[in-house]
């Protein structure tokens, strides 16, 4: 298993895994001129694991000053259990933790329990004293 820092050359890669990753929503902002404006924006922040070239997991990170906020992580289900989605974490909060940043976010969709389940064993606490609200500042309407 080989980890590194995600570029826009793993945009097509990681949005095959994406597409085909249960519980992962794509929106206008996953076009590739949004994720290379994230990862350039969020520099180092955003890693894939690899098997012989081929792309078996993704995670990105950023932040706004103060927290990190993750998303996107995903395994391949023929790499599923193998710690790889760990890996990914760790070095993810690493380079978050090296930015200066000790809290973070990320956001799930409610019905995906395997999520639930992961970052709950990872020890992240699910919040139920704040909400989310979003707002689309344009013609987009997929919040």
Request: include cysteine.
């Amino acid at each position: 298993m080989y980890y590194r820092t995600m570029t826009i050359n793993d945009y097509e890669s990681a949005i095959t895994l994406w597409s085909e990753s249960e519980g992962v929503r794509l929106r206008d902002a996953d076009s590739r001129e949004g994720i290379e404006k994230y990862l350039l924006r969020n520099p180092g922040l955003s890693f894939v694991a690899e098997v012989e070239g081929k792309l078996v997991g993704t995670i990105m990170a950023g932040h706004d000053g103060k927290r990190g906020y993750v998303q996107h992580l995903s395994v391949a289900d023929s790499h599923r259990r193998m710690g790889i989605a760990t890996e990914l974490v760790n070095l993810c909060l690493e380079a978050l933790k090296s930015e200066g940043l000790l809290k973070s976010h990320l956001m799930i969709l409610a019905q995906n329990e395997t999520a639930k389940q992961f970052w709950a064993n990872q020890g992240w606490a699910c919040r139920s004293d704040i909400l989310l609200y979003s707002f689309i500042n344009g013609d987009d309407q997929n919040v």
